[in-house]
């Protein structure tokens, strides 16, 4: 039984039953609302801040989501890949169109920067709001009846755009580092194994320290996954809402990466013996995988978070938008 139900049964969550918490013990941190009295779900819910989530309660989630919503799911996964292709070409005509124009007076040139930076932002500022509604979504997925959470958090993303993109702007710069670090450790090591004199142990060591570090980078890079849900769920100030968002996804980082590496590497996995194949085959069951990982890439963050809300701070999905941190 997916963990939010509004049954009263006790549900199974990330850790296995969970335990049905002390109505007589403080509320959680974040949980400051009071259920009303006939609300008989809020014994399901204790806080959990030693401990983490499981990849496979992500994964289940995102399906949950994808199956309860499909199509704002899809909505969302669509206008994704249409306003990429429409930015690239958008840059593409751009291109054309500065071209034409000065080689009409004589003057060969390139798409001018100004409006590659205009475009760019364009669909940078689309991007973000495009996640919005999805995480009103994934936390109206868990009550009992809509309540417009879907339009709601489009209106808040709209009215905290400049913040948005400034945090993301540093995530971006966060990751750039991160990714620089990785790469010169991981080319650091090489080389000094490169110097070993027995040729196995250099490869073995080669090999498992590319692994680990590519690991550990990739992991530093979910750190900040969720700035974008925590900004407009909790409304933290920026400094506050990078803060927050690192310590909710470094904690939870190793499930939060294989949650998002599995998939892929069941697909790679299932693609496999197709070469062996008509090419047919192959082709289409890349075209339904490929599908299939855009939705659940889409509903990957959203569903994330409000799962560590609910496991991590014992707050019912239904009282995100209601309770503060």
């Known amino acids: 039984m997916t963990r939010g139900s509004t049954t009263s049964k006790p549900s199974r969550g990330p850790r296995g039953p969970r335990r049905h918490a002390d109505r007589s013990r403080p509320a959680p941190s974040g949980a400051a609302f009071t259920p009303p009295d006939d609300d008989d ?4 819910f204790a806080a959990h801040p030693d401990q983490t989530i499981d990849t496979s309660y992500i994964i289940e989630r995102a399906f949950h989501l994808i199956g309860e919503r499909p199509l704002q799911v899809i909505g969302i996964a669509v206008a ?16 054309a169109l500065d071209n034409s124009l000065s080689q009409s007076v004589g003057i060969d040139a390139v798409t001018h920067p100004v409006s590659v930076i205009a475009l760019m932002l364009l669909a940078w500022s689309a991007a973000l709001l495009l996640q919005a509604p999805l995480i009103g979504a994934a936390i109206e997925v868990h009550t009992d009846e809509r309540r417009g959470f879907f339009s709601l958090l489009l209106n808040r993303a709209v009215g905290k755009l400049p913040q948005l993109m400034a945090g993301s702007l540093f995530v971006i ?4 580092l991160v990714m620089t670090i ?4 991981v080319t650091g090591l090489v080389v000094l194994a490169g110097m070993l004199p027995w040729d196995f142990i250099a490869l073995l060591i080669q090999i498992v320290g590319v692994l680990v570090f590519m690991f550990l980078g990739m992991r530093a890079l979910v750190g900040s996954s969720m700035l974008v849900p925590v900004m407009l769920v909790e409304e933290l100030a920026l400094g506050d809402a990078l803060r927050r968002s690192w310590t909710m ?6 499930a939060i990466l294989w949650a998002l590496l599995l998939p892929n590497l069941l697909l790679q996995a299932v693609l496999f013996p197709t070469q062996f194949m008509p090419w047919y085959i192959g082709m289409g069951i890349a075209l339904v995988g490929g599908i299939g990982l855009s939705l659940y890439y889409t509903a990957v963050v959203p569903v994330t978070y409000v799962a560590v809300r609910e496991y991590i701070d014992g707050l019912h999905p239904g009282r995100l938008l209601v309770a503060r941190r």
Do not use: C, K, P
């Open 249 to 254: 996804g470094w904690r939870n980082g190793t």
């Open 41 to 44: 779900t809020a014994f399901l």
């Open 173 to 176: 710069l966060a990751t750039m």
């Open 80 to 95: 994704s890949a249409l306003l990429g292709w429409g930015m690239l070409l958008g840059i593409t005509g751009l291109g």
């Open 182 to 185: 990785t790469m010169g450790l």
